[in-house]
């Protein structure tokens, strides 16, 4: 059998990492994409030869990146999975709402969190339909609330990316490519708030997500056994969105 191909943004920590391991333990062969380096310390083999060095911000850079990527694909992509995203946060770590986010704040959300989705798939399409593949993009709960630790430029482009998922469904349906969504809740990574103890005590589960189990629902999507699923976004929050 031929081995699959995923290719994944933001693998360096918590979900994506997660998401590198447990696609690696089933076999596959992982592209990654960041804007540093190769990391000495990943865990996976072949990691140096398949990771692309891209800044997600820059629109130029990722749009000359998708070339560099189809040089090391054989013609055909099985999964992309869209997970890098940032956050920008206050002088003291706080919130930024509507009214203090800088504009170029704005854009720089955008750039990763949306339209590298758009530039990636769009790109690669012809890899995606020789493999009948799939498409991943990772939403958030805060794109269908407030929430109190994630600004208001990342909301809002994960509702972005949550509309935009619906639509790729679409188009790229007649192609054989499935395109879904997975909105994590609270997930316990390096980068999870202060305060969030808070908000666990209210979730129905009353415990953090584990990146493994988010890993998890991404690899469902990406098998056979997910194979009429498309158009969908999945809550991984332990019922925090109910």
């Known amino acids: 059998m031929t081995r699959k191909t995923l290719l994944l943004t933001g693998a360096s920590r918590g979900i994506g990492h997660a998401t590198v391991r447990r696609f690696n333990a089933e ?37 000359n990146a998708v ?17 890098a995203g940032v956050s920008p946060k206050g002088l003291n770590g706080e919130r930024l709402s509507t009214l203090d986010t800088d504009l170029l704040d704005w854009a720089k959300v955008f750039h990763v969190n949306f339209f590298a989705s758009v530039v990636l798939a769009r790109g690669l399409k012809e ?16 794109g269908s609330r407030v929430h109190p630790f994630a600004g208001a430029a990342y909301a809002t482009s994960k509702a972005a990316l949550a509309a935009l998922t619906r639509e790729m469904a679409h188009d790229f349906g ?27 005590e209210k979730l129905p589960m009353q415990r953090l997500g584990q990146p493994e189990e988010v890993a998890s629902a991404i690899y469902f999507l990406c098998s056979p056994e997910s194979s009429y699923i498309s158009g969908a976004e999945i809550e991984v929050n332990g019922a925090q969105h109910v």
């Not at 070339?67 to 997970?83: H, P, S, T």
């Not at 890899?127 to 805060?142: P, Q």
Request: charged share 25%.
């Open 127 to 142: 890899e995606l339909a020789a493999a009948k593949g799939t498409v991943v993009n990772v939403t958030s709960i805060a």
């Open 27 to 63: 076999g596959w062969r992982i592209l990654t994409c960041s804007r540093h380096p190769f990391p000495e310390e990943c865990p996976w083999g072949g990691g140096r030869e398949d990771h692309v060095q891209l800044d997600l911000s820059d629109p130029s850079d990722t749009i």
């Open 174 to 200: 007649p192609l054989g490519v499935r395109v879904n969504a997975i909105a994590p809740g609270e997930v316990e990574t390096a980068i999870l708030s202060p305060g969030s103890d808070k908000i666990v």
């Open 67 to 83: 070339g560099l990527i189809q040089e090391k694909l054989d013609g055909r992509l099985d999964a992309l999975v869209n997970n």
